[in-house]
């Protein structure tokens, strides 16, 4: 159990385009996901906290104009990069917590790892 | 201060030995703790989590939890080169929700 999914798993998109990054937990309800951000050989960046139903909650110096995050379901979450420039490059990873949980795990998805040219 | 601090690393051991990981942490009020494993290019991966203090085992994996001196480690026990990874150390305070994670310590098991 606990499994959650990302797709896609790689894109590569021109600078200044849109690319949608989806994120499912496939067998638990989440409440709240998390957006992280990691570049090479650095550690996890938080970018938000997604909670259903409500407005995502940004980290300092993450714009969220740039950064579109939706959180329409208890089973899915997406983050929209808007005007993508080849800055953001960077491998993306969702985590999600199950409602029912109640020491606070997280799963994380596999990632999805974005390449701007 | 970090919020969250792991040995620097990197941390290299023989096979079949143990390793040791350390994670340190500023507030008090936290309450759940994480070990994760991140294979390079890959997400991280949950290996075990502690809320008490003292010990928790799991196969060869032993995390060990100090309130009263902040401190979370992870011991993997017979280590083999598969266990070659960074290994971050997470902590959450219930009331913020979210996961404060360490830099992480990468973890050489040599044949």
């Known amino acids: 159990g606990a499994v959650v999914s990302q797709h896609p798993s790689w894109v590569i998109c021109k600078s200044g385009t849109s690319v949608k990054i989806e994120c499912r937990s496939l067998d638990f309800q989440a409440t709240t996901m998390f957006w992280y951000r990691q570049f090479p050989k650095q550690s996890l960046m938080l970018m938000a906290t997604s909670n259903e139903g409500s407005k995502a909650t940004y980290e300092q110096g993450v714009e969220k104009d740039k950064f579109l995050i939706n959180h329409a379901s208890l089973t899915l979450s997406t983050l929209t990069v808007t005007s993508a420039h080849p800055e953001d490059s960077s491998f993306y990873i969702c985590?999600?917590?199950?409602?029912?949980?109640?020491?606070?795990?997280?799963?994380f998805g596999p990632g999805t790892r974005l390449t701007v040219l | 201060q970090k919020e969250v601090e792991q040995n620097s690393g990197p941390l290299s051991v023989p096979e079949g030995a143990i390793a040791s990981l350390n994670c340190t942490y500023s507030d008090r009020g936290s309450q759940s703790f994480f070990w994760y494993r991140q294979y390079s290019g890959k997400s991280p991966e949950l290996i075990m989590f502690i809320y008490s203090n003292g010990d928790k085992e799991d196969g060869r994996f032993t995390a060990q939890l100090n309130k009263a001196s902040q401190y979370v480690s992870l011991l993997i026990r017979d280590s083999q080169p598969s266990d070659s990874a960074t290994y971050l150390c997470a902590v959450v305070v219930t009331n913020a929700g979210k996961s404060t994670f360490g830099d992480g310590t990468t973890l050489t098991v040599k044949p």
């Open positions: 985590s999600a917590r199950d409602a029912l949980n109640s020491y606070n795990e997280q799963f």
